[in-house]
């Protein structure tokens, strides 16, 4: 919406607007409407064409994001007026609005702070009739267009049933952008049979070329439990997984996206996604560098993955602990914090813990996050701490200290982060100590003489 500019004053019972913002152009209702200039439709506006009634209100929330006359703005919400009224020193506000203010014990224009001398109020009803107007064309030309991309969908669909090759490319390309921009399309789709019949072109001898398409519209749209249960077919699966191996990057995303969409249905067995090929390919997901979408969308569904005990040993045996190890330094916290939290999940397995242990980056990577991007990363770059040097004390405890974690342990106690987490902190930190002198370790923490 755009910021109210003050505009308007009476003028024998009608209200003038400036128009250019320079003070210099003052014109009428009458006049904006025959030129135009408000009407947003070559000086057409269409109050009378309305066959039904249309709500005001209705109107306004569903043509939100349209950028909105300034007269038509209550300089008081910033919202367009459904009540506009006028007080007497010419302004109009928002019935609410102004009522509201006159019963906080204001006694002036909230616009000019003119002292008032006269607190009635009274209807700017050829504004409204103005403002209902506009608000009525837009939104009937927002109801036809949505009707025309609604009918095409149809027409769409019905191609579908018919044609094969390169015609069914083009046509789900088509409906893959129609779905993608209109919600009412998606509805459409939903409402007619749509996704049952675009999930029957998946299968496994279904080409990259169409199914990359199916993909695509199939994580545009809102799928119910009979739909996944449909997709969960392991030829439909299979082929997923080839795609995201095999396919362009926004079809490996588009892939990743699906799959963690199923994972959400009741019918969901983790065997589905202990896929090598699966896992495989997400990390490769999750190591392009170039594309951070398809970072954050691998991660997503690798941690999702990683719920399912059954199939965490797998994700340890194709390395992904030590590639995820590596990463941390480059991702953003979004990323950061996924990763986090599969490698905290993958701690609490025996392998998992040894995975991390061998790993030369994994102390000093995960140390020099604590207190650095949130207090959850924090907690989480803890319990993969501890689950390391709990494995190998000697060892790992002497490592951890040398990287600075005694000095970030410290930080961490002394913080306002909560009670557990300061907790944990001071059991890390009697651990890292147990292996040198009390002079020794205050050295170690590289502290100052004052705070020694």
């Known amino acids: 919406m755009p910021m109210y500019q003050p505009s308007g004053r009476r003028r024998d019972g009608g209200v003038m607007y400036d128009v250019g913002g320079d003070g210099g152009h003052v014109l009428d209702l009458e006049t904006a409407v025959k030129d135009g200039i408000l009407g947003g439709g070559g000086g057409v506006v269409c109050g009378t064409g309305v066959t039904e009634k249309l709500d005001l209100k209705k109107m306004i ?53 003119q002292e008032l001398w006269d607190d009635s109020i009274t209807p700017n009803k050829t504004l ?7 608000f009525s064309q837009k939104y009937l030309v927002m109801k036809k267009r949505s ?100 396919g362009s990057i926004e079809t490996k995303i588009n892939c990743t996206k699906l799959i963690e969409i199923l994972m959400e249905g009741k019918d969901f067995e983790s065997e589905i996604v202990s896929s090598l090929s699966l896992l495989v390919g997400l990390l490769r997901l999750v190591k392009d560098k170039r594309y951070p979408n ?17 199939v965490r040993n797998s994700v340890v ?11 941390l330094p480059n991702l953003n916290p979004e990323c950061l914090e996924l990763a986090l939290y599969i490698l905290e ?22 140390v020099k996050l604590l207190m650095r991007v949130s207090e959850s990363c924090t907690q989480l770059a803890l319990a993969i701490l501890s689950a390391v040097c709990k494995l190998a004390p000697v060892e790992c405890a002497s490592l951890a200290v040398e990287a600075g974690l005694a000095a970030k342990l410290l930080l961490v106690i002394q ?11 001071a059991e890390l930190l009697k651990l890292c100590s147990l292996n040198y002198t009390a002079t020794i370790f205050i050295s170690k923490c590289k502290l100052t003489r004052t705070i020694q």
Request: proline fraction near 5%.
């Open 61 to 113: 929330e569903e043509l939100e994001s349209i950028d909105v006359p300034s007269v038509f703005i209550c300089p008081i919400s910033l919202e367009p007026m459904q009540d506009p009224v006028t007080i007497c020193t010419g302004q109009t506000y928002e019935r609410s609005n102004i009522v509201k203010w006159f019963s906080m014990g204001h006694f002036t224009c909230p616009t000019t702070m």
């Open 128 to 134: 409204y009739q103005l403002i209902y107007s506009w």
């Open 147 to 246: 009707e025309d991309v609604q009918g095409r969908a149809l027409e769409v669909l019905e191609t579908l049933k018919k044609v094969k090759g390169q015609a069914r490319i083009q046509a789900l390309k088509e409906l893959r952008h129609v779905v993608s921009v209109h919600a009412s399309a998606k509805k459409t789709v939903a409402d007619n049979g749509g996704i049952g019949l675009i999930s029957s072109l998946l299968g496994p001898f279904t080409s990259h070329a169409v199914g990359s398409e199916v993909i695509g519209i199939l994580v545009c749209l809102s799928l119910d439990s009979e739909s996944k249960s449909n997709l969960l077919q392991p030829a439909k699966i299979s082929l997923m997984v080839d795609m995201l191996n095999e």
């Open 294 to 310: 398809g970072i954050l969308a691998g991660l997503t569904l690798l941690k999702t993955i990683c719920l399912h005990e059954l």
């Open 317 to 327: 045996s194709i390395g992904a602990v030590p590639q995820l190890v590596e990463l």
């Open 345 to 366: 999940v993958l701690s609490t397995l025996q392998e998992g813990r040894l995975a991390l242990k061998v790993c030369p980056n994994t102390i000093p990577n995960v």
């Open 415 to 425: 913080s306002g982060c909560n009670p557990v987490l300061k907790q944990r902190a």
